[in-house]
């Protein structure tokens, strides 16, 4: 019995494992993420049912690290890089590091053009069970084609697989809500 109850145990941190969050689970709410992350603050989101909370992680090549919550449980975190710890040549070094874990990611270039500025980029995700894992670099540029802004972000995301493909609010709030 011990073991059965041991393998259930297993399977299922396996099953709700978020990579690089151990300790999170996606559906978490606000007060259980404040047990790992105690400084998180509320910021504005315009989404209707979305929170969104912000921590600065001291002692992190992470210089933020944002939760968006919906209707009070963790669905989607995003993780942007600091700039003065994480260099160009350590861009090989983590991609690397996705790509020997879970295999070939699908690509997406990134090119939009605004009326004041551009942004072009990259984007390298991975799908892990009911996870997908983005690995997004964003270069920001302004109307004479300088360079006035790099961004260096992991995204993840739950996944739903039985409305990937179809209409989902869930979905359309994670792939629309920055």
Not at 4 to 19: E, G, K, N, S, W
Not at 56 to 69: C, G, M, Q, R, V
Request: aromatic residues 14%.
């Amino acid at each position: 019995m011990k073991k059965i109850i041991t393998l259930f145990f297993l399977i299922t941190c396996i099953t709700f494992a978020i990579p690089d969050f151990d300790n999170l689970r996606w559906g978490f709410s606000i007060d259980a993420i404040k047990g790992f992350y105690p400084d998180v603050k509320k910021e504005f989101t315009t989404s209707e049912g979305v929170t969104k909370f912000t921590t600065h992680p001291e002692d992190s090549n992470k210089k933020t690290i944002t939760f968006y919550l919906f209707q009070n449980q963790l669905y989607k975190i995003i993780a942007e890089f600091d700039p003065s710890k994480v260099k160009s040549d350590d861009v090989s070094v983590i991609f690397n590091k996705y790509v020997e874990k879970f295999g070939t990611p699908t690509g997406n270039i990134i090119n939009e053009t605004y009326s004041d500025f551009a942004v072009r980029g990259n984007e390298h995700t991975w799908t892990v069970g009911s996870t997908y894992i983005s690995f997004i670099g964003q270069d920001y540029f302004d109307k004479e084609n300088r360079l006035n802004n790099s961004k260096l972000m992991m995204e993840y995301g739950l996944i739903d697989p039985k409305n990937r493909e179809k209409d989902s609010i869930l979905n359309d709030l994670i792939l629309k809500d920055n």
